[in-house]
């Protein structure tokens, strides 16, 4: 079985209140999953391509929970592994308005993926795949799963697949100096690397206009494609040598957890397609809708983001 992009990484379940309510006095609690490479998966079938998630899960109903949710999108779930003798992850999201951040808490230690390794973890899934992606959150989890992230890109980078790498620098996880030099070690194999401004800044310690930002990056991390988010103002795409922003679209957000995931399947998209430019702009589309739905999860399809970077959305669709 062929499959356009495999990820690899952990899912939590997801407990968190309305916009409005705070952790400390919420009576109730709506509860989902989500985790950025599951996001990433999710959000490349709901725009039609097929994506295979590569994860460790607990053996309880918590990570049967985990394994339904992601796998009812459409999802190859073949690849998690199962453990009787781990925990669940759950981190806590308190969603709110400005000026107040939403704000998370996450209980995820010693949890079934942070135990994931390179003797329990099969990496075949990816022989078939077009592109593999992991973030920079799987190998802050544990030392065997730096351990893991680094042999899976070099893996991928050894059966000619596409490696894309995001980021995601969690200060929670791990400090910056660790980050910085097993992120650099794994971009050597990269065909593309997504970053935030604030992340080049933090971890790679790149500052300056974004066009400079992004041009460093590229000659720093030794990758020719090179996707630097930017916040409201959008992304800034280095492609064969050019910079170009895509300008990002304003919305009214309720729920901005997993935007930038949805924003990395866009992209990964375009380089599925052999348009990376395409990818960006429906990675921006992709963001903005995901801020207008609850849940880390994008739920699109095609056609809408087609329809919001043609400039067609409508108010009220009948």
Not at 169 to 174: A, D, E, K, Q, T
Not at 212 to 228: F, G, I, P, T
Not at 276 to 298: P, T, W
Request: glycine share 8%; charged share 20%; hydrophobic share 40%.
């Amino acid at each position: 079985m062929t499959v356009d992009v495999v990820t690899l990484g952990e899912a939590m379940l997801r407990i968190w209140t309305q916009v409005g309510e705070r952790l400390t006095t919420a009576e109730s609690f709506r509860v989902s999953v989500g985790g950025a490479e599951s996001n990433v998966a999710v959000a490349l079938r709901q725009i039609g391509k097929s994506s295979s998630w590569i994860s460790r899960l607990a053996a309880d109903p918590l990570g049967e929970r985990i394994s339904q949710e992601i796998g009812r999108h459409g999802v190859d779930t073949s690849g998690i592994t199962w453990d009787s003798n781990s925990r669940t992850g759950l981190y806590f999201v308190e969603l709110s308005a400005a000026p107040r951040p939403v704000m998370v808490h996450y209980d995820r230690a010693n949890s079934a993926a942070s135990k994931m390794s390179t003797q329990n973890t099969d990496l075949s899934v990816v022989d078939s795949a077009k592109v593999f992606h992991i973030s920079g959150i799987t190998p802050a989890l544990s030392a065997s799963c730096a351990e893991l992230s680094q042999a899976a890109v070099i893996y991928a980078k050894s059966k000619k697949i596409q490696v894309t790498v995001d980021i995601n620098y969690r200060s929670r996880l791990w400090s910056v100096q660790e980050a910085r030099q097993t992120l650099s070690k794994m971009c050597e194999s990269a065909s593309l690397v997504i970053c935030t401004r604030e992340d080049a800044k933090d971890v790679f310690s790149i500052s300056g206009a974004a066009e400079d930002v992004v041009k460093e990056l590229s000659n720093q991390l030794k990758v020719a494609n090179v996707v630097l988010t930017d916040g409201a103002v959008g992304a800034y795409s280095l492609i064969n040598g050019r910079v170009k922003l895509t300008s990002s679209i304003k919305t009214d957000t309720v729920d901005r957890v997993g935007a930038g995931d949805a924003f990395a399947a866009g992209v990964i998209s375009g380089l599925i397609d052999q348009n990376i430019e395409l990818g960006v702009s429906r990675g921006v589309a992709m963001a903005a809708l995901k801020r207008g739905i609850y849940g880390d999860q994008l739920t699109t399809s095609l056609l809408e983001v087609d329809q919001l970077i043609a400039g067609s959305g409508r108010e009220v669709s009948r």
